[in-house]
C-alpha cells in the first residue's frame, strides 16, 4: 500500500496564495500519474490538476487555469500544488492521487481512475 502524506493546507484571505505537498512512501518509480483533487461540503469531488512521472506534462482545471501550477520532485516522491489568487470558492478538502502504473490521458480527470489516495488537507479561502 502506497502511503501518501498532504500538508500545506490553512485558512488564507482571498487573492493570497498557498503551497500544498504530497509526499508518496517507497522507492522512485516511474510510468505514473499524479493528481490534485478537491471536494467542497455537499458537492462531488472535483479534478484540479495532474502531472505525468517528470512533470512534462500537465492537466489543469479550467476553474484553476492560469492560478494554481502543479509540479512534481520525482527524486523526492512529491508532487506541489502552488495556489494563487485563491478565491472563496477555492475552499475545500484538497487530496492528492496517485495512478500507478498510468499515463496522463483523458482518464486522469477521473477520481476512479487513481489508485492510491492522501488523507486530504483542508483549504479555507475567506473573503
Known amino acids: 500500500q502506497v502511503q501518501l502524506v498532504e500538508s500545506g493546507g490553512g485558512l488564507v484571505q482571498a487573492g493570497g496564495s498557498l503551497r500544498l505537498s504530497c509526499v508518496g512512501s517507497?522507492?522512485?518509480?516511474?510510468?505514473?500519474?499524479m493528481g490534485w483533487f478537491r471536494q467542497a461540503p455537499g458537492k462531488e469531488r472535483e479534478f484540479v490538476a495532474a502531472?505525468?512521472?517528470?512533470?512534462?506534462?500537465?492537466y489543469y482545471a479550467d476553474s484553476v487555469k492560469g492560478r494554481f501550477t502543479i509540479s512534481r520532485d520525482h527524486a523526492k516522491n512529491a508532487v506541489y500544488l502552488q495556489m494563487d489568487s485563491l478565491k472563496p470558492e477555492d475552499t475545500a478538502v484538497y487530496y492528492c492521487?496517485?495512478?500507478?502504473?498510468?499515463?496522463?490521458?483523458?482518464?486522469?480527470?477521473?477520481?476512479?481512475?487513481?489508485?492510491?489516495w492522501g488523507q486530504g488537507t483542508q483549504v479555507t479561502v475567506s473573503s
Open positions: 517507497g522507492r522512485v518509480f516511474s510510468s505514473y500519474v
Open positions: 492521487a496517485v495512478d500507478f502504473p498510468g499515463r496522463l490521458g483523458p482518464q486522469s480527470y477521473i477520481p476512479a481512475e487513481y489508485d492510491y
Open positions: 502531472a505525468d512521472w517528470n512533470g512534462a506534462n500537465t
